[in-house]
Each structure stands twice: as structure tokens, then as C-alpha cells.
């Protein structure tokens, strides 16, 4: 099971060029990123051009690039390029123009246009789009044709089934794209079944007044469990929400906590219109001070219009405190944690965003486990590449890329861990009667792999060698 993810963005290279740093990708530098989108033009010339998963703090300048520096690769042509958080992007000067950004454009709610504080008019758009800030170019970048949306849902298809997933996520995928999904899995073009959280922000309102209902979403094996409320940022983009500021100065600023996408009052009455419409909520919430508003939200809501069976899901939950987690054990609140962070940030987390206290223990899968808060573990591909094992293998050894132990307190068992990307992955979307554990009654989704991942030395290096869904073998490996 994909616990969380945004299902098929791992096929956006049918249309953008990956800009991904080590140890994923090869870019290191402001001018290779460049080079790979000029490159990329030219074999795609008409259109927006788009690059996806940059780093800024992989690059060598350490720093985001900048409208500026896009320029130089087209003054004419819009240019975007996708942070690797998902919550910012950079565009040129064209895209600016297409999206109507200027000194005189305010910031949207819970978003923000970074200005070019070292120019003359200190109002002027450097580029950088922040959070909300994002949305009107994020639906220019993905207005694609049938052809393009069609040939990236058959690469991710491919690659989920090749690494061993038969239930898919996405976890916020704009309605355009998440529509062809279940004609796909209706005509056998997509065998992977898909759990689809449609934005709040598109479709929140028709479920506020009652005009829509999740399952008007659903078709063929695409179920709708769930609606999405992205309540803040990104640690690694600075705009994740804090109660205390982050551990190196961001801007020089030694105060800043980032910032909620939805704020507070916001929050509670988006809430509390969908648990009195009976709408199960997943709240998108990486610092603590937002799942804080989001516990408090759900605390809420729930005394005016009970539901013991909603399971309110809070995504990535990176930043959850103790107090927090015991919190979540009385309002029968379950987590998905980016447990595989500790291994792509873990050493920034802890020399730049959160410092070594905190850092030891984001993703606290163990303090969920003692509470006894069930929780999952997911991948947000493709924000990282979709490799279920791991997600398996990070909450049991929480190594970094040096191979440092980032929170040892914080380990679970593999057994524990396995549960995390199975059974209790299909529990939070209510599919645990169907799937998730090998039962008889069960539907056959299954996978085969090369050896066992409880006695494996390193579980990464464990292949799959059958896929099946339904008892139907959907990827076969060639063994020799």
C-alpha cells in the first residue's frame, strides 16, 4: 500500500526534465540545472517548459534560482521548475507576465511571492512562488493534453507495479488529472488500484453545502476515502509551520516559524463543516504548530457533531511532539509519517532546519506505536522515488545518507514497520476488510519478493519478483 503519495506524478517526465540533486539525480549546480532545461526545451519546444525536484540546498550556490537565472534560458518561453518539497516553485519572467504577477500583486492567503530585496524596487517578483502562491501556475504546468496525462499514468503504473505497490495514493491531485484515472481503470489501462484525496481548495465547498459527495469521484478501482486540506508547508522549503523557530536562521530572521497555508479560524470551520457533513479529513501538516491547529480543529469538531468512526488522518506529521502524540491517542487521530526522511534530510534536518534535538525525533513512529496510535509509512512520491521497501527500512534503522542513526529511541521493529506500508496503510483508507494482509476472503493482491524482508540484512536491496492484483500478474521479473 502507498500510504501517501500523489499518484502518477513519478510519470511527470513524459513532460518535464528531472532537476533532482544526489543521491536521486546528478544536479549540483545552478548552471547544470540549466543546461538540463535548455536541453530539454529543445526536445519539447512548444508550451510551458518544466523542470521538476530541484534543491536548493544541494546546490553548490545554496541558494533557489531565480526568475534571473531562468531567463538565460528563455526571456520569451514560460519556464517553471518544481522544488523536490512540492511547495514552491521558480518561474521566469515570461511565466510571471502569463500569470499576472507584478509589484502591485498581493500575496494570496497563507502563501507568498518572494520579492527581489536587492534590486531598486523591492516589490519586484524575484521568481519565487510560495505554497498558495503556487496554485495558478501549478494549473498552468499541469493543463496537459489526454496524451501527455495518459502516457505519465502508464509510467507510474509501470514503475509502481515493477517495485512491489498494488494499491496506489493521491494524495492531492488536481481534479483535471485525478478525472481520467477511473475511465483508465475501467478500460484495464490501469490495473493498480488508487486511493484519490481530492484538494479541499477545488471541490471543499460542494462538500461543505452538500451539492457533492466524495463517491461522485469514484470509479472503476479508484476509491475516495478522504479529502485533503494542505495546512502548511515544507521543513526543507522553510514553510513548514513551527512553535519554535527553526534551528538556522531563515532570511537571518531568528524568530521565523514559517507559516500556516490555512489559518487557524480557517481551519476549524473547514473542519467542522466536514465532519457535520460526515466527510472524512486528511490534514496535510508537517511542523508542529500546524498539527497542533489541526488537532485542535478535530477536537473540535468532533464535540459538536461526534463520529468515533472518521479517523481524522494528519499526512507527514514530521514534527509531532509527545504531548502531541498523546493527544492523537485520545481523539482516535492516525498519522502517516515521511519516515523516509530521516534518510533524504536527516542530516539537514539536523544541521540546518530543526537542529539534533528535534531532528532525533521527527517521523516518532515509536511514540505512536507505545500510545497505541495506529500509523503508516509513506514515500509522497514523487517528491521521493517510489520504493515501498524504503519506507520499511527507514523507520526501522532511521540512518541518514552518512549512515548517521538519526533518533535511535525512535526505531521500531520490522514487523511493525511492514504493517506500516500494508495492513494498517489499507486501514486508514478503509479498505482493511478487502486488502492489506493475506486472508481468506481477501481480494489477491499480492506480492512476491526475492527474499524475506524480516531477515534481510538490508531490505533496499530486496527485489520484487511478482506483482499481482486480484491474483493477476501484472509485473513479472526476468530471473535468469
Do not use: C
Not at 129 to 158: C, F, G, I, N, Y
Not at 436 to 444: H, M, R
Amino acid at each position: 500500500m502507498d500510504a501517501h503519495g500523489h499518484f502518477p506524478g513519478s510519470g511527470q517526465t513524459a513532460f518535464t526534465v528531472d532537476l533532482n540533486s544526489p543521491p536521486i539525480g546528478d544536479t549540483e549546480s545552478i548552471p547544470e540545472l540549466l543546461e538540463k532545461l535548455r536541453a530539454f526545451g529543445e526536445k519539447r519546444p512548444d508550451g510551458w517548459l518544466i523542470g521538476s525536484n530541484y534543491d536548493d540546498t544541494l546546490l553548490s550556490e545554496k541558494r533557489h534560482p531565480t526568475r534571473d537565472d531562468l531567463d538565460l534560458v528563455s526571456a520569451t518561453r514560460p519556464i517553471a521548475i518544481v522544488h523536490v518539497s512540492g511547495h514552491l516553485m521558480v518561474v521566469n519572467s515570461a511565466a510571471l507576465a502569463e500569470l499576472h504577477i507584478d509589484e502591485t500583486t498581493p500575496d494570496p492567503e497563507g502563501g507568498h511571492i518572494v520579492r527581489d530585496l536587492s534590486s531598486a524596487d523591492q516589490r519586484r517578483p524575484n521568481g519565487i512562488l510560495e505554497d498558495p502562491a503556487t496554485h495558478h501556475a501549478r494549473d498552468k504546468t499541469l493543463d496537459l493534453s489526454v496524451s501527455d496525462a495518459w502516457q505519465m499514468t502508464k509510467l507510474a503504473t509501470a514503475e509502481y507495479l515493477k517495485y512491489g505497490v498494488t494499491t496506489a495514493s493521491a494524495g492531492g491531485m488536481p481534479t483535471a488529472i485525478a478525472s481520467l484515472l477511473g475511465p483508465m481503470s475501467t478500460y484495464n489501462q490501469m490495473p493498480l488500484r488508487v486511493a484519490l484525496f481530492p484538494f479541499f481548495d477545488e471541490v471543499g465547498a460542494g462538500l461543505l453545502s452538500g451539492e457533492l459527495a466524495l463517491d461522485e469521484f469514484a470509479s472503476g478501482r479508484v476509491i475516495v476515502p478522504r479529502v485533503k486540506i494542505i495546512a502548511d508547508g515544507s521543513i526543507q522549503g522553510f514553510t513548514g509551520y513551527l512553535s519554535q523557530p527553526y534551528h538556522r536562521p531563515y532570511k537571518g530572521d531568528a524568530d521565523y516559524r514559517g507559516y500556516p497555508s490555512v489559518l487557524r479560524e480557517a481551519l476549524f470551520e473547514q473542519v467542522e463543516g466536514l465532519y457535520r457533513q460526515r466527510v472524512q479529513v486528511a490534514i496535510h501538516g508537517n511542523g508542529d504548530a500546524s498539527i497542533e491547529d489541526a488537532l485542535d480543529a478535530i477536537e473540535i469538531a468532533a464535540s459538536k457533531y461526534p463520529w468515533p468512526e472518521a479517523r481524522p488522518l494528519i499526512i507527514h506529521a514530521q514534527m509531532t511532539r509527545k504531548d502531541q502524540i498523546d493527544r492523537m491517542a485520545a481523539l482516535g487521530v492516525t498519522p502517516s509519517f515521511f519516515a523516509a526522511h530521516t534518510f533524504f534530510w536527516g542530516d539537514r534536518h539536523a544541521s540546518i532546519f530543526m537542529g539534533p534535538q528535534r531532528a532525533a525525533n521527527m517521523s516518532p513512529a515509536k511514540w505512536a506505536q507505545d500510545a497505541g496510535v495506529r500509523f503508516s509509512s509513506h514515500m509522497d512520491t514523487p517528491v521521493t522515488p517510489m520504493r515501498p521497501l524504503q519506507a520499511v527500512w527507514s523507520p526501522v534503522e532511521r540512518k541518514t545518507k552518512t549512515d548517521v542513526v538519526l533518533g535511535s529511541d525512535q526505531r521500531i521493529n520490522r514487523m511493525s514497520a511492514l504493517r506500516a506500508v500494508t495492513i494498517d496503510a489499507a486501514w486508514q483508507v478503509f479498505m482493511d476488510d478487502d486488502i492489506g494482509s493475506i486472508e481468506p476472503g481477501k481480494l489477491a493482491d499480492l506480492v512476491v519478493l526475492s527474499g524475506s524482508p524480516l531477515t534481510a540484512t538490508d531490505l533496499r536491496e530486496l527485489l520484487g519478483d511478482m506483482t499481482l492484483i486480484e491474483g493477476v500478474t501484472h509485473f513479472e521479473r526476468n530471473v535468469d
